[in-house]
C-alpha cells in the first residue's frame, strides 16, 4: 500500500516528501489514515541521531490521532471511521511479564518503536506519523474518547502520556507537592495533568519569563533556578520532581528541593547528566529515576481522564512544508507549547493506495 510521508534521508538532513510502502493488512491490523501528529523534541533528536540508534530513510511521528480506514479479519473493536491514536510504540511481544502487566515500553523482548525501529516479523524499517497512513496492529492502537478535539489531541500520545505514567507511579493527587523542570511540550502537559490530579504544582524555570503561561496552564507559582534565595526558601518543598530538559544538565541544584524520600524523576534527557553531588541524596533519601512513556492500558486510561476532564495540550497547528522551521522554533525554545502537524496540508499522489 503506497503512502506518502516527510522523511529525513540521513542524519540532519532537511526532512523532505518521501513515498513509501505500508505493510498489507495482516489479520489484526488496522489501517488509519493521519489527520495530525504532533512533533516531539525526540523527532528531532532521532532526526540528527543524536541517540545513536536512528535509522534512514527515517519518517518521524509518534503523537499520531487519525481516522480508521480498514480493518484486517482478527480485528475487535475498531470499524472504518473510527478516531483512533498510536504513541510511540507500535509492537512488543505481548508474552513477558512486562508486557502482561501492560507495560509495554520495558518489554523482556524489546518493544517496536513507531519509527526508526525494525518490524518484529519482516524486519523492514517502521515509519512513523508525518504520513498520510499508517498501519499498526490492533493492540498498539487507542480510542480518542468522543468529544476530544481531534486537532488537539495528538501530544497526549507521548508527551501526555511521559508525564501521566510518572505522576501515577509516584502516586500524585490532592496534597501531592510536585515540581516540574522545564516548560516545553512535556512540560506543559506535566503542569496541566499534575494539576488536574488534585495536585499543588510548581513550574521550576531558569526565568520568571514563563510565569504567567504557568499559571494561566494551572500551576500554583513559578520558582526561577536563577534565583538563588528563591531556590534555598524552596527547600524540602517538594514529594515529585519531573524534570523535562532535553539536554545533558546538572540535577544537583534541584535535589535539595524535595522533601526526605521524595523522587526527582528524568524523563527528558536521554544521556549523560552532569556528576551530581551524592549529599542531597544522602541527606534526605532522595531518590534520581527515569520513567519512559507508558503502557497502552496507561495511555487508554490517560486519553479518557483527558476527555472526562476536556484535558488537551495548547497546539500550534503547521503545514507540513513548515517542519523545518518548527524544529529550528522548538531548538530556541520558541514553542507554545507544541507544534501539530495538518496531514492534510501533504500532498497525496493518484497512485497512493487506501
Ligand atoms: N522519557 C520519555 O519517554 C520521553 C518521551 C518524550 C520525550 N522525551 C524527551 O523529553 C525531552 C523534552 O521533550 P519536549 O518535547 O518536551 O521538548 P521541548 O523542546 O518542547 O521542551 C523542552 C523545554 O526545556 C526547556 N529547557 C531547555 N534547557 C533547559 C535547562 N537547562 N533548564 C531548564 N529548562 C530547560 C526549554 O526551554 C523547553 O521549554 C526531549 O529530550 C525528548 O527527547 C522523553
Ligand atoms: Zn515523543
Known amino acids: 500500500m503506497k503512502t506518502i510521508g516527510y522523511a529525513a534521508q540521513a542524519a540532519g538532513s532537511p526532512l523532505a516528501l518521501f513515498s513509501f510502502e505500508r505493510r498489507a493488512l495482516r489479520p489484526g491490523d488496522v489501517a488509519i489514515e493521519i489527520l495530525y501528529c504532533g512533533v516531539c523534541h525526540s523527532d528531532l533528536h532521532q532526526v540528527r541521531n543524536d541517540w545513536g540508534w536512528a535509522r534512514f530513510p527515517l519518517v518521524p511521528g509518534h503523537e499520531i490521532v487519525g481516522r480508521v480506514v480498514a480493518v484486517g479479519a482478527d480485528v475487535v473493536g475498531f470499524q472504518p471511521g473510527d478516531p483512533v491514536a498510536v504513541g510511540c510504540m507500535v509492537d512488543s511481544c505481548q508474552e513477558c511479564d512486562q508486557c502482561h502487566a501492560g507495560e509495554e515500553q520495558f518489554c523482556r523482548n524489546g518493544m517496536t518503536q513507531t519509527y526508526a525501529d525494525r518490524d518484529r516479523i519482516t524486519g523492514e524499517l517502521t515509519q512513523g506519523g508525518y504520513s498520510r497512513h499508517i498501519v499498526v496492529r490492533q493492540e498498539f492502537v487507542l480510542a480518542v474518547p468522543e ?8 501530544p497526549l500520545l507521548c508527551a501526555g502520556i511521559t508525564t501521566y505514567s510518572p505522576l501515577r507511579q509516584w502516586g500524585v493527587g490532592p496534597g501531592s507537592r510536585v515540581g516540574v523542570i522545564g516548560l516545553g511540550g512535556l512540560g506543559h502537559m506535566a503542569v496541566k495533568l499534575a494539576a488536574a490530579l488534585g495536585a499543588h504544582v510548581t513550574v521550576i524555570s531558569r526565568t520568571r519569563a514563563k510565569e504567567q503561561d504557568a499559571l494561566a496552564l494551572g500551576a500554583d507559582a513559578l520558582l526561577a533556578s536563577g534565583d538563588t534565595a528563591a531556590m534555598k526558601a524552596a527547600a524540602s518543598a517538594f514529594d515529585l520532581i519531573i524534570d523535562t530538559v532535553p539536554v545533558r544538565h546538572d540535577v544537583t541544584p534541584y535535589m535539595p528541593l524535595l522533601d526526605v ?13 552532569e556528576p551530581p553531588a551524592t549529599v542531597p541524596f544522602i541527606m534526605g533519601r532522595r531518590r534520581l529515576a527515569g520513567s519512559l512513556i507508558g503502557g497502552i492500558a496507561e495511555t487508554q486510561e490517560l486519553l479518557d481522564f483527558c476527555g472526562r476532564k476536556n484535558i488537551l495540550p495548547d497546539c500550534e497547528m503547521i503545514r507540513m512544508d513548515e517542519i523545518d522551521t ?5 531548538e530556541r525554545a520558541d514553542v507554545r507549547y507544541r507544534f501539530v502537524i495538518d496531514m492534510a496540508s501533504l500532498p497525496v499522489p493518484a497512485d497512493a493506495g487506501f
Open 261 to 273: 524520600d521524595g523522587t526527582l524523576v528524568i524523563v527528558g534527557q536521554v544521556g549523560p547528566l
Open 326 to 330: 518548527a524544529f529550528e522554533r522548538m
Open 147 to 154: 468529544g476530544l478535539d481531534l486537532s488537539r489531541a495528538a
